[in-house]
Antibody, heavy 116, light 108 residues
Framework: QVQLQESGPGLVRPSETLSLTCTVS????????WSWIRQPPGEGLEWIGL???????NYNPSLKSRVTISLDTSNNQFSLKLHSVTAADTAVYYC??????????WGQGTLVTVSS | EIVLTQSPATLSLSPGERATLSCGAS???????LAWFQQKPGLAPRLIIY???RRATGIPDRFSGSGSGTDFTLTISRLEPEDFAVYYC?????????FGGGTKVEIK
């Protein structure tokens, strides 16, 4: 079973770019599908998008204009960039992985707060 | 987008009782790509059921899933203290992947 760990700033200013990295251990980034999912405080889960081992991407239409997800095969990592953030983007961000689109392995999550 | 609607929002039960959670989809979830996750406070969701009825690794057999098309059910046959949590259904049949709003199983 792969293990995932998110890293990145816990505070981002409004209108700036949220950048997170997920480090994968126990498996190769060149296998599987890798997703980002977020959860605003006290709310439910929202899928942001995914990147495949072939580096093809698929994004939630609600965020597509602001999101980039990419692989870094040299470091066995994948990343999330969310541009032009607002307070509504405050959430716990999870990186996940799976043999298909199903997110069956999850990182512990990282809280990102958007505030000036 | 497939909208998943879970009911009830909250289920108040005692340990040892049976829990039945429902998940309805706005359109058919093809290829049985319907899963259930358990989430406890402060922790990441954990996969418990995938492909409608298959238990994930390490999940006890008191958890079972059923259904097809647009109607799905998660059943916990006898609630243990560690089962009190929020449960989400999720579909991976169509993009965007979507989750239900969750059912909180709380101690009565």
């Amino acid at each position: 079973q792969v293990q995932l760990q998110e890293s990145g700033p816990g505070l981002v200013r409004p209108s700036e770019t949220l950048s997170l990295t997920c480090t994968v251990s126990g498996g190769s980034i060149t296998s599987y599908y890798w997703s980002w999912i977020r959860q605003p405080p006290g709310e439910g889960l929202e899928w942001i998008g995914l990147v495949s081992y072939r580096e093809s991407t698929n994004y939630n239409p609600s965020l597509k204009s602001r999101v980039t997800i990419s692989l870094d095969t040299s470091n066995n990592q994948f990343s999330l960039k969310l541009h032009s953030v607002t307070a509504a983007d405050t959430a716990v961000y999870y990186c996940t992985g799976g043999g298909g689109w199903l997110p069956d392995a999850w990182g512990q999550g990282t809280l990102v707060t958007v505030s000036s | 987008e497939i909208v998943l609607t879970q009911s009830p929002a909250t289920l108040s039960l005692s340990p040892g009782e049976r829990a039945t959670l429902s998940c309805g989809a706005s359109q058919s979830v093809t290829n049985n790509y319907l899963a259930w996750f358990q989430q406890k406070p402060g922790l990441a969701p954990r996969l418990i059921i995938y492909a409608v009825s298959r238990r994930a690794t390490g999940i006890p057999d008191r958890f079972s899933g059923s259904g097809s098309g647009t109607d799905f059910t998660l059943t916990i046959s006898r609630l243990e203290p560690e089962d009190f949590a929020v449960y989400y259904c999720q579909q991976s049949a169509h993009s965007p992947l979507t989750f239900g709003g969750g059912t909180k199983v709380e101690i009565k």
